[in-house]
């Protein structure tokens, strides 16, 4: 089943210690915002990267029209939920018309174009993507992207992704709207599970404009925050949040929010 989305408890404020400005220390209400802020949109780019994934079972080398061919057969086998259609090199796919579409602890409703522009054995393969009404249930997605793959060592082979996404919390009508720059690889060398990550993200939400930079993070589909590694976040409130995440039990990850003077644990749970 799909993860409860913001299932957040609180659990250990840090004291304070010295003379400080109170207008220079990271607040509880500021450190929960950061943490939905930061929840939301990695939501939405684990559901697109989830799409991308579905959309990487064709052979490298063959022409873009064979590739577009052979990932419509592949489409249709694995999601009898979805209507699939092909032009030349490009998919068009309508999710959950025949019923409800799951691929890797997802659940997908909305319509995904891909494009297949290069399939070329000596260099990279290139995907675009182009999303309209995405959903999982819990977020909204709309926009593009683009997946460039490397090439290289197959033990260490990476996917370069560029997104412009806007998305929407559905329970709240929480928006953001931004693009990304990042590089993925197999989390342990097994994409099934979920994905390592590195890169940049910036959006504008509801309090303004928010820059993400991203180290080595690791995500699994079934989790709803990354279960380790880090981030930094400039936030629009003129404090600079750094994120780091642990993993508690199966379906429990612990997120420590540290700001000016003060530092923030979040227990977030996933659904069973």
């Known amino acids: 089943m799909s993860p409860r989305f ?3 408890v609180p659990v250990v404020l840090l004291a304070v210690t010295g003379c400080v400005k109170r207008q220079d220390t990271l607040t509880s209400a500021e450190a929960q915002e950061a943490l939905d802020e930061m929840q939301t949109d990695t939501t939405a780019q684990a559901l697109t990267s989830g799409t991308v994934e579905i959309t990487t079972n064709f052979t490298i080398g063959d022409a873009v029209e064979k590739a ?15 209507s699939v259609t092909l032009s030349a090199n490009t998919l068009s796919i309508e999710y959950g018309v025949n019923g409800v579409c799951t691929f890797n602890g997802h659940t997908f409703t909305g319509t995904h174009t891909v494009s297949i522009s290069k399939n070329d054995t000596s260099s990279e393969v290139i995907v675009d993507h182009t999303w309209d009404a995405l959903s999982n249930g819990k977020v909204r997605v709309d926009g593009s992207a683009t997946a460039t793959w490397s090439l290289g060592d197959p033990a260490n082979v990476t996917r370069h992704i560029q997104h412009d996404l806007k998305w929407t919390r559905l329970s709240d009508g929480r928006t953001g709207e931004g693009t990304g720059d990042r590089t993925q690889r197999a ?10 990550e590195d890169g940049q993200r910036t959006w504008e939400g509801k309090r303004g404009h928010w820059n993400l ?9 079934a989790d709803p925050v990354p ?3 880090s981030l930094t976040l400039d936030t629009p409130f003129d404090k600079t949040i750094a994120a780091s995440f642990g993993r508690i039990d199966a379906s429990t990850i612990k997120v420590t929010i540290q700001g000016p003077n003060r530092s923030f644990d979040f227990d977030v749970k996933s659904g069973s």
């Open 6 to 8: 913001l299932s957040i």
């Open 68 to 82: 577009a061919a052979d990932l419509r057969a592949f489409i249709e086998s694995q999601l009898p939920c979805a």
């Open 187 to 196: 989390l342990g060398g097994n994409i099934t599970v979920g994905f390592t």
């Open 213 to 221: 930079d991203i180290s080595n993070i690791e995500v699994r589909w």
């Open 227 to 229: 279960q380790a590694g």
